[in-house]
């Protein structure tokens, strides 16, 4: 190894500290906790090593719920925030006045608190004896009927929860996207405009192949975000996400260990397993989607 390698090597070492102490530690540590069954923690003992653990997982209906809510959440808010974020993008890069002060007004949702957010949206649809809420007036405004989005019906609660995830995202995505816009070669529009070229045509064979890269960063961190998603439904229905039926995979995690049902550490790390190997194949589909789909 020459003396180049070494200080590569060298450079790299506490990055590579940090991964192993902070990333692959833990890993191998939930999964060690994951085969272990009838695990005390008070004692720190248990009677046997074997798969039970994930078993009990996977016939727990509240885990069961949770994995519903989230591939719910995943499929219907990360194509939605998305493509929206494009659209807005799009938008924000085609006019000139006043660019920089639009940009900042869709920004602001993403340096808010999330709970601050969640309190806004439960009283923009929450259902009391006081008042129905600002958003059942504007459906009574056209003759419908109100409905209780946050104590409700099942549908009315994910659709504020999916509502509320897509608001909370999307400004992130409008920023990178927008930076993205900006970076694109404008000598390509300037051909297509001499050409002639529709504008329809110019999008989709120009702007988006340019800009592609970041889409598809935007889709793979949003899956993950999505996947990881609690604190909005904290922020929405509360910490008795299990009495609401709005529990998540990482909430069912978070009340195995803390939760009214928490002190099994066992259970939440086979969940925390499970989440993990979803996550991870989700990820290499979409690797092995980009190298054919994405024009770097």
Not at 86 to 92: C, E, M
Not at 116 to 133: C, R, S
């Amino acid at each position: 190894m020459d003396n180049n390698s070494k200080k590569a090597w060298l450079y790299l070492l506490p990055a590579l500290l940090f991964l192993v102490f902070f990333m692959v530690y833990p890993l191998i540590d939930v999964f060690i906790y994951s085969i272990e069954e009838g695990y005390n923690f008070a004692s720190q003992t248990y009677f046997g090593v074997g798969s039970y653990n994930f078993s009990y997982v996977l016939h727990d209906p509240y885990f069961l719920q949770a994995v519903k809510n989230t591939f719910i959440l995943v499929l219907i808010t990360v194509p939605v925030s998305t493509g929206m974020a494009l659209l807005i993008s799009v938008g924000l890069s085609s006019i000139k006045p006043l660019r920089e002060l639009y940009q900042t007004i869709y920004f602001l949702p993403y340096v808010t608190n999330t709970l601050a957010v969640g309190l806004v949206f439960m009283i923009l649809f929450q259902k009391t004896e006081y008042t129905d809420g600002l958003v059942n007036m504007v459906i009574n405004l056209f003759g419908g009927s109100s409905i209780d989005f946050i104590d409700g019906p099942y549908w009315a609660k994910m659709f504020v929860l999916c509502f509320y995830t897509i608001w909370v995202v999307m400004p992130f995505k409008i920023l990178v996207l927008t930076s993205a816009l900006a970076s694109v070669n404008q000598d390509y529009y300037k051909a297509a405009r001499v050409d002639g070229t529709p504008k329809l045509r110019v999008f989709t064979r120009i702007t988006l192949p340019m800009i592609s890269p970041m889409i598809f960063y935007l889709v793979i961190t949003g899956f993950i975000g999505a996947f990881k998603a609690y604190s909005d439904a904290v922020a929405l229905f509360g910490t008795d996400l299990n009495a609401a039926g709005m529990n998540t995979i990482v909430g069912y995690v978070y009340d195995m260990l803390y939760g009214d049902s928490g002190g099994y550490p066992s259970y939440a790390s086979a969940a925390a397993i499970i989440l993990f190997a979803i996550v991870l194949t989700i990820t290499c589909i979409n690797l092995l989607v980009s190298r054919k789909k994405i024009q770097y």
